[in-house]
C-alpha cells in the first residue's frame, strides 16, 4: 500500500509541476531538453556506489527544486522558475514510476524496494 502512495505522490507532483508550468506559460522546449538532466548524476555511480548515491539522492529530493521554484517566484525570474519546476517534474515522474532514492548498495537498491 505505500509503494502505491508514493507513486501518486509522484503523479500528484508531476501534474502539478505541468499545470503550472502550462499556467505559466512557459517555455516548452526548455522543459522537455532539461527534463531528464537530472539523471546526469548517475554518472557518480561510475566512480562508486556511495558517491553515485550520495549526488543522485541530493539532486532527486524535493528539497532543492522547490526551494529553486520559490527563489524564481520570488525574483520573477521565469528561467529560475522554470528549471524549478522541470526539476521537481522530474522528480515527480521518478516517483511516479517507481524510480526512488537510491542506497549506496547499489543503483537499483532504491527505497521502494524496502517500502
Known amino acids: 500500500m505505500n509503494k502505491i502512495i508514493l507513486h501518486i505522490e509522484g503523479l500528484t507532483v508531476l501534474l502539478g509541476c505541468l499545470y503550472f508550468y502550462s499556467y505559466l506559460?512557459?517555455?516548452?522546449?526548455?522543459?522537455?531538453?532539461?527534463?531528464?538532466?537530472?539523471d546526469i548524476f548517475m554518472l557518480g555511480y561510475l566512480i562508486n556506489n556511495k558517491?553515485?548515491?550520495l549526488l543522485y539522492n541530493m539532486v532527486h529530493?524535493?528539497?532543492?527544486s522547490i526551494i529553486l521554484t520559490i527563489l524564481g517566484v520570488i525574483?520573477?525570474?521565469p528561467i529560475i522558475l522554470s528549471i524549478g519546476l522541470i526539476w521537481t517534474a522530474h522528480i515527480?515522474?521518478?516517483?511516479c514510476f517507481g524510480i526512488g532514492l537510491k542506497y549506496k548498495t547499489?543503483?537499483?537498491?532504491?527505497h521502494f524496494n524496502r517500502v
Not at 26 to 37: D, I, P, Q, R
Not at 61 to 64: A, D, G, H, Q
Not at 92 to 95: E, H, I, T
Open 92 to 95: 515527480g515522474m521518478d516517483r
Open 51 to 53: 558517491i553515485g548515491a
Open 25 to 38: 506559460d512557459l517555455n516548452w522546449v526548455l522543459f522537455f531538453v532539461l527534463l531528464l538532466a537530472p
Open 75 to 77: 525574483l520573477s525570474h
Open 61 to 64: 529530493t524535493y528539497s532543492l
Open 106 to 110: 547499489g543503483f537499483k537498491d532504491t
